[in-house]
């Protein structure tokens, strides 16, 4: 079964083929000039994460899976929250460097990452799993391993960044490896949903 990616976020996409690793299911992504230009106009990780799906999902008459993620601090409020990757709008370092200059007067630093993956399939069917990490911030970056905030999250019982581990852990213990726990959950559902219900639809 291969699913689209709706997302040209590779630090996501190696995530989730390592994840998905010998399950059956592999993870294609899109050619740049085929991204679609979608809205992110829910309020919700959940509601972001559903509206890419179903978006591609419809248009590539494919199933697609999106993830729609961020970091919360407790002390900003929840910020940077569902603007985590704009919340400088220059890219992941400035925003690393934003959020420790928005900390550096407080030890208040508790934090936690939220993932919302959606799984649609072109018929409008959806499957949407949630997983949060908690965690604080950092007292300066560290590592240079994944992406995002990586390397200024430190999750709990640790005292190293994120950034300092390899994918193996991350893939173990992350915000979007737990959502994705409980998505391989049901992929016996998933895939038969897809072989005995929507192909065959399709094929009609």
């Not at 961020?70 to 910020?79: I, K, R």
């Not at 799984?119 to 949630?130: I, N, R, S």
């Amino acid at each position: 079964m291969e699913i689209i990616l709706a997302s040209s976020n590779v630090g996501k996409k190696i995530e989730l083929e390592h994840i998905f690793n010998q399950s059956g299911i592999s993870i294609k992504n899109v050619l740049k000039e085929e991204l679609l230009d979608i809205k992110e106009t829910g309020s919700t990780f959940k509601e972001n994460a559903s509206i890419k799906a179903l978006a591609y999902a419809k248009h590539f008459n494919q199933v697609a899976i999106a993830d729609d993620s961020g970091l919360s601090v407790e002390y900003l409020y929840g910020l940077p929250g569902l603007n985590s990757a704009r919340y400088s709008g220059l890219g992941d370092k400035i925003n690393n460097q934003k959020l420790l200059d928005a900390l550096k007067n407080t030890q208040q630093r508790n934090a936690y990452f939220t993932s919302f993956i959606a799984l649609a399939f072109p018929d409008g069917k959806l499957f949407t799993y949630e997983g949060i990490w908690h965690g604080h911030i950092a007292e300066a970056m560290q590592g240079t391993q994944g992406f995002g905030y990586d390397s200024v999250f430190i999750p709990e019982g640790n005292s190293d960044s994120v950034g300092t581990f390899d994918i193996t852990y991350k893939n173990k213990h992350s915000h979007r490896a737990r959502a994705m726990k409980l998505l391989m959950e049901d992929k016996d559902e998933i895939i038969n949903y897809w072989r005995y219900t929507w192909q065959r639809g399709y094929l009609k």
